[in-house]
């Protein structure tokens, strides 16, 4: 309703000059740059919301221009102006998102992530639409490295204008040298002006834009790590041994990237086991923990599960364990597996919380 009121104010509002209704006593037809300022000052007196900033500035310059000017209208002229408004608004069968970011919005998901790119290019350099509008939505990820590679001051101005809550993200990932002159060049953007700010704005989204398209949702260290979460042990450990003789620092953020039976005591709340427990199978649950138990880096993992479930479903596993004997390899892989399986898919629900301290 909004984006419609908008296109059909901008329909009654060119741009000329208009003489003042009230004035002199003459009686006329007022000019469609009349009938806007006419429908702006009825809603602002009736406490409706105008998306008269979606409009271009010249308009929205005009516009007050034209409030500014008029005096008083009479009830038939008001009338009149706005059986016409209604049924301008009522004529408005399709509207249109207006501008190339608005188009991009609408069409992302639908065109390619290199003919959006290419898109964003040429309107930034043609200075069309707002470009923090775009920066705001944007995930931490995207802009962190930009915002590492900037100024202190144009830092400032970033995290300014963008939601504090991502502001405060990106802030807590920066440096601790950085983040403290950053936050203290903040205090200084107060005599920033409006242009320079959107020159930042623009500069910013072309390096953003310049970025070539990712084939992958996921960063190198994370694809891995849930490849080896899935691994055997023993491909696990060799992978591992082979990263750490090419690149230790990688092979290091890999480890961290790994979540194992064995990282359960440290990662998981105690409070969770029971909706852990209730996604797995009892004989998975059995197989996996009488293999965990013969095990010093993997038996924590079973107490920590025994510990915090009803005592009376703890016992039961403990018979099963008891009587289950010797497990093949393989099916204390695929049971472990299974354990973890779960307890990612509840993370990825929401439905528990992973702690992340130990990274």
């Given at each position: 309703?909004?984006?419609?009121?908008?296109?059909?104010?901008?329909?009654?509002?060119?741009?000329?000059?208009?003489?003042?209704?009230?004035?002199?006593?003459?009686?006329?037809?007022?000019?469609?740059?009349?009938?806007?300022?006419?429908?702006?000052?009825?809603?602002?007196?009736?406490?409706?919301?105008?998306?008269?900033?979606?409009?271009?500035?010249?308009?929205?310059?005009?516009?007050?221009?034209?409030?500014?000017?008029?005096?008083?209208?009479?009830?038939?002229?008001?009338?009149?102006?706005?059986?016409?408004?209604?049924?301008?608004?009522?004529?408005?069968?399709?509207?249109?998102?207006?501008?190339?970011?608005?188009?991009?919005?609408?069409?992302?998901?639908?065109?390619?992530?290199?003919?959006?790119?290419?898109?964003?290019?040429?309107?930034?350099?043609?200075?069309?639409?707002?470009?923090?509008?775009?920066?705001?939505?944007?995930?931490?990820?995207?802009?962190?490295?930009?915002?590492?590679?900037?100024?202190?001051?144009?830092?400032?101005?970033?995290?300014?204008?963008?939601?504090?809550?991502?502001?405060?993200?990106?802030?807590?990932?920066?440096?601790?040298?950085?983040?403290?002159?950053?936050?203290?060049?903040?205090?200084?953007?107060?005599?920033?002006?409006?242009?320079?700010?959107?020159?930042?704005?623009?500069?910013?989204?072309?390096?953003?834009?310049?970025?070539?398209?990712?084939?992958?949702?996921?960063?190198?260290?994370?694809?891995?790590?849930?490849?080896?979460?899935?691994?055997?042990?023993?491909?696990?450990?060799?992978?591992?041994?082979?990263?750490?003789?090419?690149?230790?620092?990688f092979a290091e953020q890999v480890r961290k990237a790994i979540f194992t039976f064995a990282h359960i005591p440290t990662r998981i709340m105690p409070r969770d086991i029971p909706k852990i427990v209730r996604m797995v199978e009892a004989t998975m649950l059995v197989t996996a923990f009488t293999a965990a138990q013969a095990h010093p880096k993997q038996a924590?993992?079973?107490?920590?599960?025994?510990?915090?479930?009803?005592?009376?479903?703890?016992?039961?596993?403990?018979?099963?364990?008891?009587?289950?004997?010797?497990?093949?390899?393989?099916?204390?892989?695929?049971?472990?597996?299974?354990?973890?399986?779960?307890?990612?898919?509840?993370?990825?629900?929401?439905?528990?919380?992973?702690?992340?301290?130990?990274?």
């Open positions: 309703m909004a984006d419609n009121f908008g296109k059909a104010l901008a329909r009654i509002t060119p741009v000329q000059r208009a003489i003042s209704l009230g004035s002199g006593g003459e009686r006329r037809q007022p000019t469609a740059r009349e009938k806007a300022a006419i429908i702006v000052r009825l809603m602002l007196a009736e406490g409706g919301s105008i998306p008269v900033a979606s409009l271009p500035e010249h308009m929205q310059a005009s516009l007050t221009e034209q409030i500014g000017l008029m005096r008083l209208v009479d009830r038939n002229t008001l009338a009149q102006v706005v059986e016409e408004f209604m049924t301008e608004l009522e004529e408005v069968g399709l509207s249109f998102p207006g501008g190339i970011d608005g188009a991009l919005t609408m069409m992302d998901g639908h065109i390619s992530p290199n003919a959006a790119s290419r898109l964003r290019r040429l309107a930034g350099a043609a200075g069309k639409g707002d470009p923090w509008e775009r920066l705001m939505v944007l995930p931490a990820e995207r802009i962190l490295p930009v915002l590492e590679a900037e100024s202190v001051e144009v830092a400032a101005v970033m995290l300014s204008k963008l939601p504090v809550p991502k502001a405060a993200e990106l802030l807590g990932r920066l440096p601790g040298d950085k983040a403290r002159r950053v936050a203290y060049a903040v205090s200084l953007t107060g005599q920033v002006d409006p242009e320079t700010v959107r020159r930042i704005g623009q500069s910013l989204a072309s390096q953003l834009d310049a970025q070539p398209a990712r084939a992958f949702d996921a960063g190198p260290v994370e694809r891995v790590g849930a490849i080896l979460n899935v691994s055997t042990a023993a491909t696990r450990d060799d992978v591992l041994t082979g990263l750490d003789a090419e690149d230790s620092d924590a993992t079973v107490e920590f599960f025994l510990a915090n479930m009803s005592q009376r479903m703890a016992q039961t596993i403990r018979e099963d364990m008891a009587a289950r004997g010797k497990v093949k390899e393989k099916d204390a892989e695929e049971a472990m597996t299974t354990v973890v399986n779960t307890i990612r898919q509840l993370e990825g629900a929401g439905e528990i919380v992973m702690n992340r301290d130990e990274d």
